[in-house]
């Protein structure tokens, strides 16, 4: 990604690109003005909380919904226009399907293929073989569903998503119920469909699991995308701070303001120690470090001061006569980052 300016950013083939996507529910806007860029081969997360408008996102790429205002290409093709060439190339795990219990897994990818119109009879057993395959569920093809756990319905699921050759994989919340073993066995699988060079857009409202199996990510929240890119531009993006402890917080942040940094008082006291404030300051990003593809929509967008070193910050102080007590410089995490974008807490998993 290092040689990528705007103009490469443009270059860039994307699997699923949106325009000022929106839904609208009544009065509520589900999915708010939403400009997605998935390139193509990532391994993208649509990460949110419940109820930001990342289903309802996904049902609309899928043809399922139809939106109220925007564009929508999937796989280079406009949509829902191209719907019937698109489909037939994206495999999609929604809301997990509906399986028969009594049948074995087998024969339910059996009825579901042959239920597909685009579902071609003389290759099926094949295709079902190598599915079950793909998944890790050929010792299992003949059980009945209704012995499957949990982990295993899903990666049948994800089985029936690749019935055919698919250059694009959208998996709604995949991990969604699962036991942690499930959850290990869905996340290694979804790992190795990209590997085989689909993209895989896979949305979760767990930010450690976007972590783990993703190259890319945007951010919803309250049906807006506030923010996408690959990881380490989420994370670089993310600004370094400087953290001051003080009896004199009212000089400091004059001297701090006179460099042209905004600070704030810890909000809770539990950071302060005995009569010291704790002030906290965004240092400005190092110029080469915002990349263009970490777009931002929300917040951060301020030019802010120029390069301000650490240590001219610290000297800045004493000579003003701040009495310096504790000083560091931290790096703002991606879910302190997500929290601050989200206005939410992640559920934290292993
Ligand atoms: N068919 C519908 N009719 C009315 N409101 C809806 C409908 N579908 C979704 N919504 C609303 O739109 C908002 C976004 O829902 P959506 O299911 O897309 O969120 P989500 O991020 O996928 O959440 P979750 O992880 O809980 O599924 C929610 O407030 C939801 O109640």
Do not use: W
């Not at 529910?25 to 860029?37: I, P, R, S, W």
């Not at 399922?64 to 290409?73: D, I, K, P």
């Not at 701090?256 to 600070?263: N, P, S």
């Amino acid at each position: 990604m290092s040689a990528a300016g705007p103009a490469a950013e443009l270059r860039t083939e994307l699997s699923i690109e949106t325009r000022g996507l929106t839904k609208r529910f009544g009065h509520q806007l589900a999915v708010d003005d939403v400009d997605l860029a998935v390139p193509k081969g990532a391994v993208f997360g649509f990460l949110g909380p419940n109820g930001s408008g990342k289903t309802t996102t996904i049902r609309l790429l899928l043809g399922l919904a139809s939106a109220t205002g925007g564009s929508m290409r999937v796989l280079g093709e406009e949509m829902p226009g191209k719907l019937n060439d698109v489909l037939p190339r994206v495999g999609a795990l929604v809301e997990g399907p509906a399986f028969y219990p009594f049948l074995s897994g087998a024969a339910n990818l059996h009825r579901m293929d042959a239920a597909d119109p685009y579902g071609v009879a003389a290759t099926r057993r094949a295709r079902i073989q190598s599915a079950l395959d793909r998944v890790g569920l050929t010792h299992a093809a003949d059980k009945k569903v209704r012995a499957y756990s949990l982990g295993m319905k899903q990666r049948l699921g994800i089985a029936n998503a690749l019935l055919a050759p698919r250059d694009l994989l959208v998996l709604d919340e995949p991990t969604n119920g699962l036991d942690p073993q499930g959850t290990r066995e869905v996340r290694s699988l979804v790992r190795s469909l990209a590997a085989d060079g689909a993209t895989v857009f896979v949305s979760s409202h767990l930010l450690a699991e976007v972590e783990q199996i993703c190259t890319h990510a945007a951010i919803m929240s309250a049906g807006r995308l506030v923010a996408q890119g690959t990881l380490a531009e989420l994370r670089r993006a993310g600004q370094a701070r400087i953290r001051v402890l003080t009896p004199d917080p009212g000089t400091a942040a004059h001297v701090l303001a006179g460099l042209g940094l905004t600070a704030t008082v810890s909000p809770d006291g539990a950071a302060s120690a005995g009569p010291d404030a704790v002030l906290f300051a965004p240092l400005p990003a190092p110029a080469a470090a915002p990349a263009p593809a970490a777009r931002e929509t929300a917040g951060a967008a301020d030019a802010g001061p120029q390069d301000v070193e650490p240590e001219a910050v610290v000297a800045a102080l004493v000579a003003a006569g701040v009495r310096v007590r504790g000083f560091a410089t931290e790096q703002v995490s991606l879910e302190d980052r997500f929290v601050a974008l989200t206005g939410e807490g992640f559920d934290v998993v292993q």
